[in-house]
């Protein structure tokens, strides 16, 4: 079992950036693919990043395209995501999700695992 827990939203201004952080439980989080998805009220979860096993790939989507970088730290059982130039479409509840196959993937129920989620509100 891995339980994983969001933490670093909040409530910014138009342009401003967070980080968001997810910590995962267990000694094998260095072979789970990791996924951070988002979503607004009234709205099913929406892709938004993921990155293999070992950091080597990674997917945006094009919402996010060169604001978002999804990063890792296998030592630290943590994977990240970066927020920059945020607008307030992207408010919205941010999960991360693991997969235990290694391999990213870009519906969130595809993943073994999930957390609660952290808020991102975005003011314009």
């Known amino acids: 079992q891995v339980q994983l827990v969001e933490s670093g939203g909040g409530l910014v201004q138009a342009g401003d950036s967070l980080r968001l952080s997810c910590v995962a439980s267990?000694?094998?989080?260095?072979?789970?693919?990791m996924g951070w998805f988002r979503q607004a009220p009234g709205k099913e979860h929406e892709f938004v990043a993921a990155?293999?096993?070992?950091?080597?790939?990674?997917h945006y989507a094009d919402s996010v395209k060169g604001r978002f970088t999804i990063s890792r730290d296998n030592a630290k059982n943590t994977v990240y995501l970066q927020m920059n130039s945020l607008e307030p479409s992207d408010t919205a509840v941010y999960y991360c999700?693991?997969?235990?196959?290694?391999?990213?993937?870009?519906?969130?129920?595809?993943?073994?695992?999930r957390g609660q989620g952290t808020q991102v509100t975005v003011s314009s």
């Open positions: 267990g000694r094998t989080f260095s072979f789970y693919a």
């Open positions: 999700a693991a997969d235990r196959s290694g391999n990213y993937h870009y519906a969130i129920d595809e993943y073994a695992y």
């Open positions: 990155i293999n096993w070992n950091g080597g790939s990674t």
